[in-house]
């Protein structure tokens, strides 16, 4: 354990990458309690392979072996895939060491080994990638195996086994085009025919002749697509094997997934060879997962499933469904007892929620693997509260290891209760992913893809979900599988995305063919509705309404009591901790009393942005807007403009009331004119019968206001600049409002925010507006404002000559939505048609209106804060696009050193989280 | 002259200033041949303050005065209209000076002083700020003066003449709306009216009690107006005459002047107080205005225009036609004499044409003021030539003297001359600024400024011109006036503006009240076709069409020879001149090989830039390009791109022909697909029976690519991206085309340039194609290329990572005119609606999408060259913008350290110029 608490992986990256380079040091074994590696070299020897050393290391049961570093990936991409000239006799003499420890040789005639060939990429990425088990099989090796064992059959199975996984992995025996079945499925079942008349005969029950035939055919099978024989060479087959785990490193599957979770192309997997032990040898053997805690809902259980007689893959392949582990207890109890003790080590030792691996070889237990577990967000926070609660983690760990967004699973929406009440439920499965999802179902990845792409709400159901599943499971709302345990794909997934799942709902029987889904009498086609309730694990038919989640319930509603809801509970003291641990204020943006509100009872610290044209567009308001657009010159629009002001009056009391003394920056006129217009025939024919107008005169204003790009357009300060008078009567506005409130003994902290300024000038003129209104007002009300005038910097050219902005701005607030759309010279509306292309191919990491894009956006608010402080050493500095609400963004606005971030209302706790994690950090 | 040889005066301001400010040094006396100022201090003397300095040193009979520095104007502004408190002494100090000088005393009974109070900017603005003469007189020295005068008219006319101006400059008695007349005017017609019967009676025939009358009239005006009485005190008149000429720097006129010519406000104008000399004291005096050489033309004659017993306003106003300066041989011979001395030390001394004004008091000899003389692009290259012909100036002197701008003017259309044969000649006048135009007629700038506005083109005709006139002026193509000579307003501003003028035509009688223009027996309308020669000063009837100017006769048409041209002799030898001194090269913006040997007859050093999809839009060619567009898919794409193909090839062939070995920089596909789409219903049925699809898919198509903001939308590379074929096929059209002509011995130097670009894997992925298909191409042609792969820099991003980008580009070149779209957040089609705001409100200097905006997207351009340098410090940097022809943006690409400008054909001359100038300054 002597490296573990000086961990932190991406930032040793380098120099260790520099160190071993220069020692050439490609290959790490571990093996008898001793390891070249240790837990913190994640970067160098992917997840998997760090923590075989370290389980090594700690004394866990763990089978010997080596681990091949990512350099070799990282180098094999970059040559051509080939290897450094060194790393032959480093594998050679690590195998060696294997070889010695556990008194067996590849390819012996006495003692065979058998190794493992499996990836193991610095963050997990579960069955994207290749791995060969049985490699060392041969037709020699076969026959030892089975007299060694005295289990031919085991042997034999062993054999075809590995001839299928090498066929399909290394020497590309796939489906072709037109296939119903994969080839080697379809060998098998041709032969169950022809022996048994059975093609569903189970694998299970063939016997030994029937696997020496299956080798016989799958060798042929293999020779007949490749036109290569199956190399019976051991060394040839490790070689063959390594090549196809790099190479997959670079397949479709793992493209989307890293694109999906932002993993870095150039980090690269490692590849683990480890001694390979069977729990398909007999019923003394067994194979299973476990997690130290449940994955789903965080509670403190031993959680998992095992087979009998099975080698790994059948557990996760959901081929036979697993048993719950805690019936290993009655069936192995010696091996069970073991497990506990090694639940116990691997918590204490690794201070999380461990997901492991592990097999039972004739009754005795080996560690496979282990790793943090993927939980879901529920999971997420009441497994990190509830370590503390146990003193096995400090509150900052706790806060540092909550994935931020995984705060939105708590804060989602869960079933109506009494619509849930009404709802008509079809059948149970496992919990697999909590939360409440309706949807239209749809039963292939493809049709929720295309289903999505139009905007519907669709629930994947699939017998079991595979890899190939992946971008359909993405575009689902919920996954529903009726095959498969907590283990199987779909929980995993489910797990990593917060996508609400129940799985191995066996009740169900669902038709690929017909395209149906049966269960207690009902049955659904392809695009009826559907309900899941991920937390309880139940399956209703049809639509379910849904309600807000019980922390909503609590601090919004009032529905719910805070002492009711453990979630709620455990939400509540999270964010205690979060608060105490943040820099960053978080504020939201808000433009109704409403929202306020609800933003201050989710711990809003103001609102970073009130935007007051949505309030422009209720009820009259709109009239008297339009009538302001549609005037022929200054004193027709103030007319227009008189009308407008008690509305905004009203509003901005409202919101400064709700506000109970926390700033509010309220963003001034922003639309382009036209947005507020009706552009079709009718409707201003309507509004000019309204106006008394000649609806010709409508119709022209239109078309002169109309734009080519009017994100470029005549919007923003610009609309203040040419019509002062709107300016003016929003800054009366807010100060009459302010006034009012501050009457009533509230106090009241206007921001007032010109939007679009590219020259400094723009701001000093709307902002001498703002300070003589100001004292208008002062004086006519006989009171005083204690307020802030700012700008948003949301375009380039803002950052570039902030220095000059900030001799009058008193804030800036980087609008990053059109700063990005201005910096990339990409229209959000418009990306669309090609920013799916640019994150195939690699271009963009992530969507740039998710996430800020700091290379190019993040460059240029680096620049305008330099600028700005330049000018003005305390400028208070903040954010309100939509990124305010997102991670990473907000972690780079922590390190960029804004004062605060703002978002929606319900990202708040979002950003908090994230916000305290960076101060953390 | 200690001075001049080290002038350059806006490098000397600051450490004037400074000084000044310490040594609080605000007056500065000149008088007797000494002066405390000199010719090299004009940003604090102000141009007329320095020129009176310099001219008294040099020993030109200047009447002594003083000069209140620009720094009081800046304090004037600063401190709410007041001055430094030591200004008061030293007026007085400077005044002491004056009156010892000439013996005479200000408001003195016996000698009593009478001085001129006129406003001088660093950059002369004629015409735009306020100036008071005669100040000095009150009710007892107009009769001290009239007694030692012996011309008690003169005056008493000299009495009236000042109440006039002091009453409507410093007490702003002025015209009211609803008056047809200026009040003093009226006053005067008034009592013509009253005593002869016609208020048209000549103003030199008033007698002394007419002139009594009007002074006393003009005083109850001023306090009828006012409520004030008019100040009998001459030092209360001088401060009040100092106040209003600095007030004047702010008038409406100024702040006009200024935006055209972009003048800055902050660097205020002097005051220059000078004793009065009068050219009214009977037929022994005059006054004058001349030019060492010909302003219009250029040539070397000694050129001007004077009135017998006249004041200097008189000639300017254009209320008597003045005599020519020839004339002044036989009327004074002594003073023509002095004139011509003068003449000569002036071009000695200044080494420029020179614009004087004279006074000649009692057959006695003053210069009031000497400045370089306005003239027109025309005369600027004449005589900039001629100089260095005479050895007066250097070569690098006349490269730097002439407005790079200015040779727009040689470039300019003339008449063709068999049109002009034919047309029907009505008048003729002074050439007062030359060129051909023709236009609607119009008698005022509102008229002008509407129609202009509407996309006309419109002839001013006024009788004369006043600086009220100053936007119509701007408006029309040119200008017509029948009264004034060569230094009236008219034609001043032609000269400047560099536009088309013909002054004086007195033979036209234009009616305001009716709008007509009657001349030779014909009479037009407002909105009638007229024809201006500014060149031959004649005037035409109708419409007469234009021809190229006689530079593009010889060098593209060939239709006239050289050595015929005096004009483009001189072209010539200053472009060979330039090409010596210039150190940026010039390529220019051409798409079809026509353009392209315009261009390089021009003396382009190549294409920077070639726009592929202009050729889409020819013949059959747009049928295949829709055909593309409309393609489902990939193979039906790439067969309608092969249609495309053989056009492309052709094109380019052509194109590298005209080149001649020269590089060009071919920009692949950049606009989004729906520009090549019909929108309409009917073109696009028509296009489905073409195409022979469904008209329904056509519309489906239009709107599928219809986008919010087609600016930021699916265009650029991002098309490339999208569709590789498209790049594909271009880059296979580049390099067969290259092929082709390269098997005929000639050189070609494709450069492929990569639009849009803001991620570098974009251009990564488009180099590829280039790349493969290059090499494709070389072994299919056996044949090699050199060529380069670059892209342009066009959005922010691109500028804010361009050290990445850089790693596969082998040249940058500065798209400005999106680069400004996105780093302004402003689009250029849009802009219309509020950037003529942004100038009167002077938000915005220059239009940015003339001149650069070298504080916002100039910075962009620093960060990309200087990160673009760091990974390749040899990379190839231009500019494509249309920026690439304006002078001040090639001067600053200049600066950046560009390696080229590149504009349309016909302003290469320009950005050679502004090259030269660049390397030079």
Known sequence: MPTKTKSSGSKKR?????????????????????????????????????????????????????????????????????????????????????????????????????????????????????????????DTVVEIVGQKS?????????????????????????????????PFESVIEHLKDERYGN?????????????????????????????????????????????????????????????????????????????????????????????????????????????????????????RTPKPIAELAKEMPAAHRDLLKVRALLEKHFKDMQDLEFTVEENRLYILQTRNGKRTGLAAV???????????????????????????????????????????????????????????????AEEAVRRAGRGEKVLLARIETSPEDLRGMIAAEGILTSRGGVSSHAALVARQMGKVCVCGASGIEIDYQKRTLTASGVTLKEGDYLSIDGTAGEVFAGEVTTAPSEIVQVLVDGSLKGDKSATYKQFSKLMSWVDRARRLDVRTNADTPEQVRNAVAFGACGIGLCRTEHMFFEGDRIDA???????????????????????????????????????????????????????????????????????????????????????????????????????????????EAAAEVQKKGKKVRPEIMIPLV?????????????????????????????????????????????????????????????????TLGMSRDDSGTFLPAYAELDIVATNPFAAIDQNGVGKLMEIARDLGRKTRPNIKLGICGEHGGEPSSVKFCDKLGLDYVSCSPFRVPIAKLAAAQAALS
């Not at 010997?64 to 040559?79: K, Q, S």
């Not at 003692?111 to 493992?116: D, E």
């Not at 339009?626 to 027709?636: S, T, V, W």
């Not at 609806?695 to 923003?716: D, S, T």
């Open 14 to 138: 380098s120099s260790q990458t520099k160190s071993a380079a220069k020692s050439s040091r490609y290959v790490y074994y571990f093996g008898d309690g001793k390891a070249d590696g240790a837990g913190n070299m994640k970067p160098l020897l992917g997840g998997k392979g760090a923590n075989l050393a370290e389980m090594t290391r700690i004394g866990l049961p763990v089978p010997p072996g080596f681990t091949i570093t990512t350099e070799v990936c990282a180098y094999f991409y970059d040559h051509k895939r080939t290897y450094p000239t060194v790393l032959k006799a480093q594998v050679e003499s690590a195998l060696a060491k294997v070889e010695k420890s556990v008194g067996k040789k590849l390819g012996d005639r006495e003692r065979p080994l058998l190794v493992s060939v499996r990836s193991g990429a610095r963050d997990s990425m579960p069955g994207m990638m290749d791995t060969i088990l049985n490699l060392g099989m041969n």
């Open 382 to 444: 009441r497994i990190a509260v509830e370590m503390v609660d146990e003193r096995l983690i400090s509150k900052e760990d706790a806060i540092k290891r909550i994935p931020a967004d995984s705060l939105a699973h708590l804060l989602a929406p869960i079933f109506d209760r009494k619509s849930i009440a009404a709802a008509k439920k079809i059948a149970t499965g496992l919990p697999a992913g909590p939360g409440a999802a309706s949807g239209q179902v749809v039963f292939s």
């Open 625 to 735: 807007m339009r009538e302001m657009i549609l005037a022929e010159d200054k004193p027709a629009r103030v007319k227009a403009l008189e009308k407008l002001l008690p509305y905004q009056r009203k509003d901005f009391a409202g919101i400064f009331q709700a506000l109970e003394g926390l700033p509010a920056t309220i963003r001034f006129l922003d639309p382009p004119l036209h947005e507020f217009l009706p552009h079709d025939h009718a409707q201003q024919s309507a509004l000019a019968e309204k106006l008394g107008v000649e609806a010709a005169q409508i119709a022209r204003r239109v078309h002169e206001l109309h734009e080519f790009n009017p994100m470029l357009g005549h919007r923003g300060c610009r609309l203040g600049i040419v019509y002062p008078e709107i300016s003016e009567m929003q800054a009366r506005a807010v100060f």
């Open 199 to 319: 093609h569903q005969f189970p694998d299970s029950q063939l016997n030994v002749d029937d696997l020496q035939e299956l080798v016989q055919r799958f060798k042929d099978l293999i020779k007949e697509r490749t036109g290569k024989s199956f190399p019976q060479d051991p060394r040839a087959q490790l070689w063959g094997a390594v090549g196809a785990v790099f190479g997959s490193w670079n397949n479709d599957r793992a493209n989307v997934y890293r694109r999906k979770y932002g993993i870095p192309h150039e980090w690269g997997t490692a590849v683990n060879v480890q001694t390979m032990v069977f729990g398909n040898m007999g019923d003394s053997s067994a194979t299973g997962v476990a997690f130290t805690r449940d994955p789903a809902s965080g509670e403190k259980v031993f959680y998992g499933e095992y087979l009998i007689d099975a080698q790994g893959e059948d557990v996760v392949a959901g081929v």
């Open 150 to 182: 005295g289990n031919p059959k085991f042997a034999w199975d062993s054999y075809r086994r590995f001839l299928q996984m090498y066929g399909d992995v290394v020497m590309g025996v796939q489906k072709r085009a037109g296939e119903d079945h994969e």
């Open 758 to 822: 590219g020259f400094p000038r723009e701001l000093k003129l709307q902002i001498d507006i703002v300070h003589r209104v100001a004292a208008d007002v002062a004086k006519e009300k006989k009171t005083k404002f204690t307020y802030l005038v700012g700008t948003m910097i949301e375009i380039p050219r803002a950052a570039l000559v902030a220095d000059e902005i900030a001799k009058d701005a008193e804030f800036f607030s980087f609008g990053t939505n059109d700063l990005t759309q201005t």
